[in-house]
């Protein structure tokens, strides 16, 4: 009897999750894109904050699902060497001035009207503003020491009182590409 209950249980987890992967799976293979053409920007260091702001557009809009964006850098991504001058450098060391950290992470969201406006949640004296490198914002902290596409669980919300999930992709070392997805069971 507990064995029948455990096999049920597993066969029913694992169509739970054949069913959310082939859901999402097109998401997922659009942000695996985007990221790719921004790491080969940042290679050729031909990627600007209109660039940017343009991909996590692209990705808000792509689907009805996705509620918002964001390309979240390293503090240390502008100290590298040949950086200083580079786009956002201004805007990473304004951020540095209002806080303990430099962070810079361009933001797109929808609004409930269906409007697409943006941000950069790296400025912690903005509304959207917090401290992404924290290790508790695992759709972070785990994307980038694992360097490996990842989810988060299922969360409430508290800017939007739905329940979503994220999906990262490491950025190489230098950031992470997230995208905001409403979830229901």
Known sequence: MIRTCCLILIFTVAAFA?????????LTDYANKVAQHIIEKIHEKD??????????????????????????FSPSFFKQDGLEDWWGADQWKSNQSKSKKALYAPYVWRSMDNILAASDIGDVSSSFGYDYTDEKWDWWSRTLHSQ????TGPYNSSLTGHSMVSYSVPIEKFAVLSFNVWYNT
């Open 47 to 72: 990627l600007s904050e209109a660039q940017i702001y343009t991909y996590l557009s692209s990705i808000v809009a792509y689907d009805n699902r996705i509620w918002s964006a964001t390309l979240s």
């Open 18 to 26: 054949q069913g959310f992967s082939s859901r999402y799976e097109m």
């Open 148 to 151: 490996k596409p990842t989810w």
